[in-house]
């Protein structure tokens, strides 16, 4: 029988402006719309309700939040689940997929009611909701769950009851070998914390209202006689993870230790970190795990609620080679991950120096009936911040491209076939995001792209993707390209000139800071690159041999590729906002600059 556990995974901020949680007023306006027309249809009105910098942080908690639950518990078989869900039904979705019978409640029937909604049009039918009985304790008998989830709690979550009131309550439900697993908000608790400890400001309690530090919960669990608790710290974003792992080995805080000690608290706690992948839109999969005992790749194995649960452990700090182990929780995340192993393996069977230059396939199959990819990881640093080693990097990743691309690619005259295979491509997931508004508009443009590339020579390409500086990772002494990452949206025979234009819009963002969307209105349509942008092109284009004409149809494409391939989350594309600046704007430039003269310019001005 296994012991009672609890997982921790960060603090909740109570804040008016807290990311991805509504306030009361926003969550009344998704209620009376989904009321009055359902989940989705309700969604979608509630989208062009708020400002799109709520709506974006809340619209990845409805895709991505439940990511980490099958990870972290071996839930099939368990016959009882209790979720106490405030994502809006996404915990208690991805948990109905394993269990028998999930039991969800909220102490807000707002929520409730938009819970139902989605899970009745998601054909979901082994929830079942409960709501506290006349004398405020949960509706069920003692000893009924073998699996309890506090989702994200807060003073604000749990409304009228204490925490200590609610976990003497769950602990009456919970079965004597049942877990208990209780997390936090992370991105505005742990992370903060995080910043708090590597800024030397002490200790990882945090005063802000209504969150709950760690002391005051493990003190809490102790008193309540939940033993050997195991705590788990999940989705810190990369970036303070790195923070962390380099102040640790400059020598100006140990944090790494001082952070492991507080979470350990004499061996009652489980000395590892889950990291989770930052960016999650794209990335609904773990990618990396860090165990502050074993630098080398290890499954971890802990029994939970009577089961085996295996934790997978990943590579070493940054900048270290290892082993990348990936986790698909979501059968897109499975095909993304099985395009990128595939292109990974015939990367390296190519004569040029990026087969040595990509992770080394290792294997592909499943691990305890999960999908799991291995990746050899090759060494090396990012180049994604200004300083003197993206100063002296940058010409050196400017090269490999050119001469990537310059050494390998396919000719082909562009013909009917090609043309029309690439506007369905395309132009049907941009029909799709203007929900068949602007057909004329479309239409034209399709027409202009016809015109300025049918009958051409095109050099086809094996095409990245997603060619950004974070995906390139150099050797911090000799500044030389040793990685290129993340090939999940590579082409073999991919267009020409993407590649190279987002390398130049990424370089636009760590020295500008500006927003993609802006980059591409004010610079890549209109073809306005300054003196460094125009001579990188000119050498491109002269090393593929290709027509000068072909520039511009293909910013245009850049583009196209952005807002279809290489932003993926739908409901992020329902918004009005995000279609205003990052669809309806470009859409009209290029009619202005291109459709209206019926043909593109011949070079970049």
Request: proline letters at 4%.
């Amino acid at each position: 029988m296994a012991p009672v556990t609890a997982g921790i995974r960060g603090l909740s901020s109570i804040m008016h402006e807290r990311p991805g949680i509504l306030s009361s007023e926003e969550t009344d306006c998704l209620y009376n719309a989904v009321k009055s027309g359902g989940w989705h249809a309700g969604l979608n009105k509630f989208a062009g309700t708020i400002p799109f910098y709520r709506f974006h942080p809340f619209s990845r908690i409805l895709r991505t939040r439940q990511a980490g639950w099958k990870f972290l518990l071996d839930l099939h078989g368990l016959e009882n689940v209790l979720v106490y869900d405030t994502t809006f039904g996404t915990v208690t979705e991805t948990l109905s997929h394993h269990c028998k019978t999930v039991h969800a409640m909220h102490h807000d029937n707002r929520i409730v009611s938009c819970m139902i909604s989605r899970l009745k049009e998601n054909n979901i039918g082994n929830v079942k909701f409960n709501a506290f009985d006349r004398a405020g304790l949960l509706p069920f008998r003692d000893g009924f769950f073998d699996l309890v989830i506090l989702h994200n709690v807060s003073c604000e979550s749990l409304g009228h009851w204490s925490l200590k009131g609610l976990l003497v309550e769950v602990k009456r439900n919970l079965k004597g070998s049942g877990t208990l697993f209780l997390s936090f908000e992370s991105n505005t608790g742990l992370s903060r914390m995080l910043r708090r400890v590597s800024q030397g400001k002490g200790g990882l309690v945090r005063s802000a209202p209504g969150a709950f530090s760690f002391n005051q919960v493990k003190r809490m669990l102790k008193a309540l006689e939940f033993k050997n608790i195991k705590t788990y710290a999940a989705y810190p974003s990369l970036h303070d993870f790195r923070e962390i792992s380099y102040m640790d080995t400059s020598g100006k805080l140990n944090v790494v230790r001082n952070f492991k000690d507080s979470l350990r608290g004499r061996d009652r706690f489980a000395p590892a970190f889950i990291f989770m992948a930052d960016g999650v839109d794209k990335k609904d999969f773990i990618e990396r795990f860090y165990d502050f005992n074993k630098r080398q790749y290890k499954p971890s194995r802990y029994i939970i609620s009577g089961r085996q649960v295996i934790v997978l452990g990943g590579d070493g700090p940054p900048g270290s080679s290892g082993d990348v182990i990936k986790l698909p929780l979501t059968q897109r995340a499975v095909g993304y991950c099985d395009h990128n192993f595939g292109m990974l393996a015939h990367l390296r069977g190519l004569q040029h120096p990026v087969s040595d230059m990509v992770p080394g396939p290792l294997k592909k199959g499943s691990f305890e009936s999960q999908h799991l990819f291995i990746e050899k990881k090759v060494p090396g640093v990012a180049v994604d911040e200004q300083g003197e080693i993206f100063d002296r990097a940058f010409p050196h990743v400017l090269d490999f491209i050119i001469d990537f691309h310059g050494k390998i690619n396919r000719r082909l005259k562009v013909g009917d076939f090609l043309m029309e295979k690439l506007l369905t491509a395309y132009f049907e997931p941009l029909k799709d995001i203007l929900s068949g508004a602007c057909s004329e508009q479309l239409e034209a443009l399709e027409c202009c792209l016809k015109g300025g590339l049918t009958g051409r020579e095109l050099p086809l390409v094996i095409q990245h993707g997603d060619f950004k500086l974070e995906n390139v990772l150099i050797d911090p002494n000799g500044f030389s390209v040793k990685n290129i990452i993340d090939w999940d949206l590579s082409e073999e025979e991919g267009l020409p000139f993407l590649d190279i234009i987002h390398l130049l819009t990424s370089r636009r963002r760590v020295l500008e800071s500006r927003k993609l969307e802006d980059i591409i209105i004010d610079i890549v349509i209109p073809l306005d690159f300054d003196a460094v942008e125009r001579q990188a092109i000119c050498r491109y284009r002269d090393a593929l041999s290709a027509d000068p004409e072909l520039l511009a149809p293909l910013s245009v494409f850049y583009w196209l590729h952005h807002i279809t391939k290489r932003v993926r989350c739908s409901l992020t594309k329902i918004h009005p906002e995000w279609i205003e600046n990052n669809v309806m704007t470009p859409l009209r430039l290029a009619n202005s600059l291109y459709i209206k003269r019926g043909m593109f310019p011949e070079t970049a001005r």
